[in-house]
Nanobody
Framework: QMQLQESGPGLVKPSQTLSLTCAIS??????????WSWIRQSPGKGLEWIGY???????RYSPSLKSRTSISRDTSKNQLTLQLNSVTPEDTATYYC?????????WGQGTQVTVSS
C-alpha cells in the first residue's frame, strides 16, 4: 500500500522560502509514467494545483506560481520536495502531495503552513 507523508515547518515568515518534503513509501518515485504533484488548500478556498514532477524529472507549474516554485526529488530517499520562494500570508494553506498530475489516487494527509511574522 502506497503512503505519502508531508513534512515541513508549520510557520514561515513573509519573504522567506517555504520548503516541504513528501516521503513516499510502498512505491518508487521513479516508477514509469508516474506523476507526483503538490496541491494546496487555503482557508475557505478550494484546492489549488501547484505543480508536478514526472517520473523522468520533467516539471510543470501553475502559471500563477511558476516564478516562485520549484519541485524536485531525491531518488535516494524516495522523497519529493517543494520550494516556494518569497512567501506572503496568501500562501497560508494546507499543502498536499499526491500521485497524479493534478492529484490522483494517493494523497498525503497534508501539512499546515502559516505565513506570518
Amino acid at each position: 500500500q502506497m503512503q505519502l507523508q508531508e513534512s515541513g515547518p508549520g510557520l514561515v515568515k513573509p519573504s522567506q522560502t517555504l520548503s516541504l518534503t513528501c516521503a513516499i513509501s510502498g512505491g518508487s518515485i521513479t516508477a514509469d509514467y508516474n506523476y507526483w504533484s503538490w496541491i494546496r488548500q487555503s482557508p475557505g478556498k478550494g484546492l489549488e494545483w501547484i505543480g508536478y514532477i514526472y517520473y523522468n524529472g520533467v516539471t510543470r507549474y501553475s502559471p500563477s506560481l511558476k516564478s516562485r516554485t520549484s519541485i524536485s526529488r531525491d531518488t535516494s530517499k524516495n522523497q519529493l520536495t517543494l520550494q516556494l520562494n518569497s512567501v506572503t500570508p496568501e500562501d497560508t494553506a494546507t499543502y498536499y502531495c499526491s500521485r497524479g498530475p493534478t492529484g490522483g489516487d494517493y494523497w498525503g494527509q497534508g501539512t499546515q503552513v502559516t505565513v506570518s511574522s
